[in-house]
């Protein structure tokens, strides 16, 4: 889909998690009332547990990961909304991905709970991080109580 300038971007971090998907309907709502365009956008890492871990040379199938975000899009927001959602998947730092994809925007939208992890207890929050970082209003959606 090709990413019309002319409208507000509104960025939107998802990682599979309940609460992403929160921030994504959050996203496509926000988006309608302002006549802006939707990006979402998924980061990956190769966790690393304990001190010496082995090198790793892992493949990572971006088309894939693609297909499985546009799945869960597709579930998340119905066929025709989904189909209106621009998506980028990288590698490398959630926080340091957002801020980048966020230049430029209009809004960054993020879940208040991710995966979370190991890794996030050591990094601190990726809605923390971007909250703190980004040069453009930052959404922290939180999650629906169950």
């Not at 304990?50 to 119905?78: F, H």
């Amino acid at each position: 889909m090709d990413q019309d300038v002319s409208k507000p971007r509104v960025v939107v971090g998802v990682d599979g998690s309940p609460s992403s998907f929160e921030a994504v309907r959050w996203a496509v709502r926000y988006a309608g009332l302002v006549g802006g365009a939707v990006e979402a956008v998924a980061a990956w890492e190769v966790p690393l547990y304990g001190w010496s871990a082995p090198a790793v040379d892992m493949y990572i199938d971006e088309e894939e990961t693609r297909d499985q975000m546009a799945q869960e899009l597709t579930e998340v927001l119905g066929a025709d909304a989904a189909a209106g959602v621009r998506t980028r998947v990288a590698h490398g730092d959630a926080a340091e991905i957002l801020l980048r994809a966020a230049e430029g925007a209009e809004v960054l939208v993020v879940g208040s709970r991710g995966r979370g992890g190991f890794a996030r207890v050591m990094l601190g929050s990726v809605s923390q991080r971007v909250a703190a970082h980004a040069v453009c209003p930052v959404v922290i959606v939180p999650s629906e109580k169950t």
